[in-house]
């Protein structure tokens, strides 16, 4: 376990048993990533958190000890939202490329309904180390079991290592700076139909 998932609110006795507490869980955690995503950790504060969300100060406490720990929370929200989102989009029969493809497209929509992730998970590199690097660690994982799955099935070449997957991380993060964060003209589709034929196609000459 990391230090992140240990201390997170849904692995201590703060976690919530109840449906009431799991959305008023919810309303905190996105009201977090607004004052996080508006203000950054340092001028963020609690109140801001409770008064977003409508909850009273002494809820807060309820699931969280700290601003810190909200914080550490959010990071790992993030990260799982990201992860789910990615998921959902990968429905049915698809080519390992395709998979890819999907996989990109969801994520630069997801960065541009929640542009505050890139905020957040930046600053948490100085805030909480932990979870900076858990976050991106566990992405370029998921992504190096995908590339595996896909040289099995032979749409990939065998020897695909660790290293692949994190250019292929560290491509798809600016991608989502570029066309997600800066601006929003490009068709999202069409921004990983492109970054697609890298993988697809290489970029040296024939």
């Not at 977003?52 to 601003?67: H, M, N, P, V, W």
């Not at 660690?137 to 998921?142: P, V």
């Amino acid at each position: 376990m990391t230090r992140a998932e240990a201390q997170s609110p849904s692995s201590t006795s703060k976690e919530p048993r109840t449906e009431r507490g799991r959305r008023t869980l919810r309303r905190l955690l996105d009201a977090a990533a607004i004052e996080f995503g508006e203000k950054g950790f340092h001028e963020a504060s609690i109140t801001g958190i409770t008064s977003r969300a409508g909850t009273a100060l002494g809820t807060f406490y309820t699931y969280f000890d700290s601003k810190d720990e909200i914080f550490r929370a959010l990071v790992q929200d993030l990260s799982n939202r990201v992860r789910v989102t990615a998921g959902q989009a990968l429905v049915g029969e698809m080519s390992p490329l395709e998979t890819e493809r999907r996989a990109l497209s969801a994520f630069l929509s997801f960065a541009r309904e929640h542009k505050e992730i890139y905020r957040i998970i930046d600053e948490s590199e100085f805030v909480d180390p932990a979870s900076y690097r858990s976050h991106y660690e566990s992405t370029a994982r998921r992504i190096l079991e995908r590339l595996h799955r896909g040289a099995k099935q032979g749409a990939f070449r065998e020897g695909l290592r660790e290293e692949h997957a994190w250019a292929i991380m560290g491509m798809n993060v600016f991608l989502g700076l570029r066309y997600s964060i800066w601006s929003e003209g490009e068709s999202v589709d069409e921004v990983a139909e492109l970054a697609n034929s890298i993988l697809r196609e290489g970029i040296a000459a024939g």
